[in-house]
Each structure stands twice: as C-alpha cells, then as structure tokens.
C-alpha cells in the first residue's frame, strides 16, 4: 500500500498546515523517507480549539445512545479497513503486519465497549435528612473539551483508548499524535470522521511537542489532559496543568518486575514473558524488563529464554513470517547498545544478541542477559528494546523488594503455582497493573494505568470514563 503524506484535521477538514511546513516520515525497516506529515503552528491549534469547543457543545448535548451508535459505526469502520491501515502502521512503525492489524481491530473492540460504557453514566437521587420536599440530586457532566498527547509505540491503541473513553462521556478532543507515526492514527479519526462525528468532536495536529503542549494545556478551552509517554515529561506536563488548575490523566514509564518462582512452571514463564517481552521489538510500556529468577531454576529458565530469543525471525514488518521488526528510530539502537555495554562492564554476561543486525535499518538482535548486576543501567532505567536482562533470588520476599525497589510501578509480571504466592504477591507488589502466570492481557473493561513515577488515573474500565466527568451536586426544594 503506497505511503500518504498526512495532514492535520481541524474542524471537520483534512488540511495541510497554514504555513505549509511538513517533516518527513521514515521507514524504520529501510531508514528512506515514505511520506511527509503536515506540522501545525500556533495559528492551526487556534482553528483546532475553536472547532473543539463547538464540537464538545454539540457531543455534549446529544443523547448517549445517538454517541454511541456513531462510536459502533466507526468500529465497524476499523475492522473493515484493519488490513490496510495494518499496512500503513507496519512502514511507519515497523511491527509486524500481524501485530498491527491485530492494534486496529483491538481499537474497534475498544471502541465498542466505550460505546455502551457511555450509556452507564448515571447519576443518583440523595435522600433528604428531613424535608420531603427536598431534592438531592448528583450529576455527571463532561469535564470539556480534551487534549490528548500519544506516542509511537501505539499509535493507534494509545490514541483510542483515551479518545474512546472522552467521547463516551461527552467530551470532544484534539489529539497531538507522534510525528514518526502519523498515518495510522489519522485512519482512526477518518473512522469516526466517515461514521458520522460532528465537526470539531474530534481534531488531530502533529508539530513541535513542546510547542503543542505549552500552548493547548495553558488554554481556557482545553478542561482535562491525557498524557502517555516518558515519566520526565509527564512531571513536565503534569505541572503545566497543575498551574492552571486542569484535570490530568498519566500513563508514564515503567521497567516491569518479572518474579519467576522456585515453583514456577518455567516453560510457560518463557512463553508467557518472552511473547510479551519481544512483542513490539520490547518498544511497550508494560513489557517485562527485570526478570527475578529463583536461583534453583536461574540456569533452567536462562537457557529457555535463550532459546526462544533464536527462535525469533527478525525482519522487515511487512515480509511474510517476520516475529520481531525493527526498532522505531536509530536512538533506540543507540541506547541499546549503551545499556549492553554497561551491562557487560558492570559484570553480566550476553548470553544471546546484544548488536545490530546488518547496516540498513534499525534492527537490533534479541538480546538475553545473564547475572545482572543491580547497579546496571538495564536494571535501573527501562530499556524499551528487546532486551532481558536476568538475576536470580533467595527467598519471594527478596524478589517482592527488588520489584518494588524503582520508583515506578505501571506493569508487573509473576510465575508461581502456589496460591499463598500468588496472593502475597497480588497484595505486595507495587504496580498498577499485575498478571500471574500468563504474558499481558489488558482489556477494556479493566483499569489501565500505574501507581507512583508511572503516573495516575486509568485508561481501562469504568474508571477512564470517570476521568472525564465532573461530578456535582444539585439540591431542589419543591415550592
């Protein structure tokens, strides 16, 4: 599928920027540019809020079951188009063809389950204490109109779940989407365009991050922020908002715990944590990064991983039988090769990859470490590449403080068939999110989102529709 050059959406209309600019877009698999993506200017945010506010005033005002079957329409738009949008995300992104088409059907299931989540939205009548002539009513409004800011690891996942969830309550949003990615999550607001969205309910710019965020936050249209990315900006960005007294929901970084047991099933511990681990090429916020090894089977597990680690066809996305594509950007091979060497130097040992395949693209080999000291780089800052890095433990209660140990808590990971284990496990391990005995599965329905550095509010479950929703209190004496 040929390459499109992407352009802003602003108030109903695909445009280029009012100042022509555009940056180029690259095929991580080859490194040659495939496309431009138009960059917005001060004076396309100002079209983009204007439209925003109108379209929030009319998605406000219209009946939750009228949202939601425009919502269910452009679902279906996503799984008919799944193919080709796999297509475009796969040259922008890099990830196999199966796992992006696999990220555009899991929108629209996304989509769906918001559709009918935004019918929920109930208030409730309060007794009175004494006088039956009094009415005690609680509401739930939408907060407003939203800006949203998303990554390129996810193009599309990343973007729905926050705008599916806003506009199951009634918010309208401008979405800054990642320039290295841009086409995939234009087809999804061309989703919702083609099904029916009113003007301005949706609107979608790309341009200079710091520039975006430091003008659309401070503003008096935008009422809520939704933030995914590194942990650093989101301090940035969370106190930008904070200053101007608006409502934020973070999805940070994380560096995953793996607590493997001395009763552990290790085959499905490989299988488990490696399809998680390597999914992406390891570019995923909650992929596994440190795994904690019960000493008596470090060696037994080590070699599986090993294993599994060359049993991986790494190539181009778009090539037939590929299981791991290429890294997003040469910054990623950059820092993997720096997180290995500092590795190797503090004492660990590469037991498979560790270097670049070839000179054309940024493909990088899976990589499995071995003893890893904790003072390594790897062991302390998320790698976000194909790398596991592996030390073992003594006792589960050593393996709970090492997990708990960093500041950030988003994703975490355990093996064990005892259920005593599993349950001191689920109470002390300090993440937002944790799965025992099987890779990462979140859905819709649950909450999505981390605990201390790794942010706060959710991106799943009831919950990321309450983020968008004002609660108040309206007292009626009948007269």
């Known amino acids: 599928m040929t390459y499109p050059n992407t352009q802003l959406f602003i108030a109903g209309e695909w445009r280029d920027a009012a100042d022509g600019k555009s940056l180029a877009v690259f095929n991580p698999a080859t490194g040659k540019e495939i496309g431009r993506v138009a960059h917005a200017g001060i004076a396309d945010l100002d079209l983009a809020l204007a439209a925003a506010q109108k379209g929030f005033e009319s998605w406000r005002d219209m009946p939750a079951v009228e949202r939601a079957k ?52 109930y208030g409730r009548i309060v007794p009175s204490r004494g006088n039956l002539a009094m009415r005690q009513m609680v509401l739930k409004d939408p907060v407003g109109p939203v800006a949203a800011f998303t990554p390129w690891n996810f193009p599309i996942n990343q973007v729905v779940r926050k705008m599916a969830a806003a506009l199951a309550a009634g918010c309208s949003m401008i979405v800054k989407a990642a320039e290295e990615t841009p086409a995939a999550p234009a087809e999804l607001i061309r989703a919702f365009a083609d099904a029916g969205a009113p003007v301005g309910v949706l609107g979608l710019v790309y341009g200079n991050p710091a520039e975006i965020s430091n003008y659309l936050i401070p503003h008096p249209v ?181 997990a708990n140990r960093l500041p950030y808590g988003l994703a975490g990971y355990a093996f064990t068939r005892s259920l005593k284990n599993a349950d001191l496990l689920a109470r002390r391990v300090e993440v937002g999110m944790l799965w025992i005995n099987m890779p990462a599965m979140p859905s819709a329905e649950m909450p999505f989102g981390g605990i201390k550095d790794s942010g706060y509010g959710s991106e799943g479950g009831p919950e990321a529709v309450e983020a968008y929703l004002n609660t108040r209190a309206v007292t009626v004496m009948n007269v």
């Open 70 to 121: 425009i919502m269910r329409k452009a679902a279906g738009l996503m799984r008919e188009r799944a193919g080709a949008i796999a297509a475009l995300l796969t040259q922008e992104q890099g990830k196999p063809l199966a796992e992006a088409k696999s990220e555009a059907m899991a929108a629209a299931d996304i989509i769906e389950w918001f559709a009918d989540e935004g019918q929920r939205v």
């Open 222 to 402: 935008i009422r809520k922020i939704t933030f995914t990315g590194s942990t650093p900006v989101g301090k940035q960005l969370a106190a930008l908002a904070g200053k101007h007294m608006k409502r934020v929901t973070m999805e940070l970084g994380g560096h995953a715990p793996v607590i493997v047991a001395e009763d552990a099933d290790v085959a499905l511990a490989v299988k488990a944590a490696g399809a998680t681990k390597f999914r992406n090429a390891g570019q995923v916020c909650i992929a596994p990064t440190r795994f904690l090894v019960h000493e008596s089977i470090k060696n037994d597990f080590a070699a599986a991983m090993v294993k599994y680690a060359q049993g991986l066809k790494v190539g181009d996305g778009a090539a037939e039988g590929t299981q791991m594509g290429p890294l997003a950007n040469p910054r990623r091979l950059t820092a993997m090769a720096e997180f290995t060497q500092d590795a190797v130097k503090h004492g660990a040992t590469v037991a498979h990859g560790g270097a670049r395949i070839g000179d054309v693209g940024n493909f990088w080999q899976p990589t499995v470490l071995i003893d890893v000291p904790l003072q390594s780089k790897v062991f302390n800052d998320e790698p976000f590449g194909p790398m596991a890095a592996i030390r073992s433990f003594n006792t589960l209660e050593e393996a709970i403080t090492e």
